[in-house]
């Protein structure tokens, strides 16, 4: 393969010919496709609908503790819910408040209460001048909005293999004290699919930061979605490397099973310290006087343990693995060695991360939609939708059968050709 910067714009002209043709037979087909966002396929949803059956009119309906779980209480969750999250969480059911069907939820919870209450006793941030965020790009654009939504300014932190700069987390969130939080999705990254290495575990849980209630939002969405048996990242357990540097309030770890069981029909869970979950639940105890304990004892009666989780991930993991090596290797096979594009081959989550020449994502992701192909918009994985680049575009593979995922992919690649020729052309 020669890279594209190495061909002469003789070659340049014609490569674009031929490609153009080949781009307008794909375009002829009239085909529809999304590969826009990380949903699980119909197969996925599928594997859980057991999970309908467990519980009928003859069922007991009384948790552990004997909680009727048709009535109100147990305001923090089911006993048996707290264990099985708490253990998939890697804490103590201590630590644990199992809360509705969205984690989304409860981090927008936590910046709104943030914003009006405070933290912990502190000033409420709405009564500050500036509020800060820290926000290791590219990342999940929903926590990006989440702080737009709150007019928090967001300071973009690049992230390495080994996760955010943590130079730069250490300086701005020891020196700043309008710095209140720092976004993480510290396993299987999305969309990079990158997990925090020890070391960068243990610089978080040492942070020294100016303002007393700043806070790590560890968004460990995916934790268990390992793609291979043999090759699984480990992450370390932040509540408890939080509490050996003495700075155990610092965290906040939150978790679903949106992408396990059901999306949007899950189980949520915050796990802190119990400082912070009295905190939490202070205002928790004004918004409801309980969750849904009837899908907790649901998700419980299915799952058995944390091995049943693991054995259902296993089953997420036959059907979508496929589906990842499908795109990897058509990026390999169409554009390894072009020097147009480079991408990460994740072990587990939800995405591909794809880095495009410079100054060519939106016009890759807009080629690919004249196709019929939607992909996810490109900068959206940066605040405020901009990409100070352009060049990051997610890749979600897991929404699409294999057979549209094989198409999807050329067209993806037959644009990241034509628009990097367009670019090198000038
Ligand atoms: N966090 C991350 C990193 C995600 O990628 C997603 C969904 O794509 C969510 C949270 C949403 O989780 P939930 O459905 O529990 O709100």
């Known amino acids: 393969m020669t890279a594209y910067k190495d061909l002469s714009r003789e070659e340049l002209k014609q490569l674009k010919d031929s490609l153009e043709k080949k781009f307008a037979q794909i375009k002829a087909k009239g085909l529809k496709m999304d590969m826009s966002r990380g949903k699980p396929s119909a197969e996925q949803l599928n594997l859980s609908m057991g999970m309908l059956d467990v519980l009928d009119s003859s069922s007991t309906m009384f948790c552990e503790n004997g909680i009727d779980c048709r009535n109100y209480g147990a305001l923090d969750g089911i006993p048996e819910a707290k264990k099985l999250l708490a253990d998939m969480m890697e804490v103590s059911p201590d630590n644990v408040i199992v809360f509705g069907n969205s984690s989304l939820n409860i981090m927008y919870d936590t910046v709104a209460r943030s914003m009006t209450h405070g933290v912990m006793g502190s000033t409420p941030w709405c009564k500050l001048d500036k509020i800060k965020f820290l926000c290791p790009v590219p990342g999940y654009d929903r926590h990006f909005g989440i702080t737009e939504h709150f007019g928090i300014e967001m300071i973009l932190i690049p992230m390495s293999e080994d996760g955010p700069d943590m130079d730069m987390v250490e300086e701005l969130a020891s020196t700043d004290a309008a710095v209140k939080g720092i976004w993480c999705v510290p396993k299987y990254s999305n969309p990079q699919g990158i997990t925090y290495s020890d070391e960068t575990v243990r610089r978080f849980a040492n942070l020294k930061p100016a303002a007393e209630d700043f806070r790590i939002y560890w968004d460990n969405a995916y934790g268990v979605h390992h793609l291979y048996e043999d090759r699984q990242d480990q992450l370390l357990e932040i509540l408890e490397e939080c509490k050996k540097a003495g700075n155990p309030d610092m965290v906040y770890k939150f978790s679903s099973t949106s992408k396990i ?166």
């Open 261 to 426: 069981s059901f999306s949007g029909s899950g189980l949520a869970a915050l796990a802190a310290s119990k400082a912070n979950l009295k905190d939490v639940s202070s205002t928790m105890k004004m918004q409801t006087i309980g969750h849904d304990k009837i899908n907790q004892l649901r998700h419980v009666k299915f799952f058995k343990d944390l091995e049943g989780i693991h054995a259902h991930m296993r089953k997420h993991a036959e059907i979508i693995r496929p589906k990842f090596e499908a795109v990897l290797t058509t990026l390999e096979n169409e554009l390894g060695g072009l020097e147009i594009g480079s991408w990460i081959a994740p072990r587990g989550g939800y995405f591909i991360s794809f880095d495009a020449l410079e100054g060519c994502a939106k016009a890759i992701v807009a080629k690919a939609k004249e196709a019929g192909l939607v992909m996810t918009g490109a900068g959206a994985t940066y605040p405020y939708g901009k990409d100070p680049h352009d060049s990051n575009i997610r890749i979600a593979p897991t929404y699409p059968t294999l057979e549209e995922l094989k198409e999807a992919t050329e067209i993806f690649v037959l644009s990241v050709k034509l628009i990097s020729v367009d670019k090198l052309l000038g």
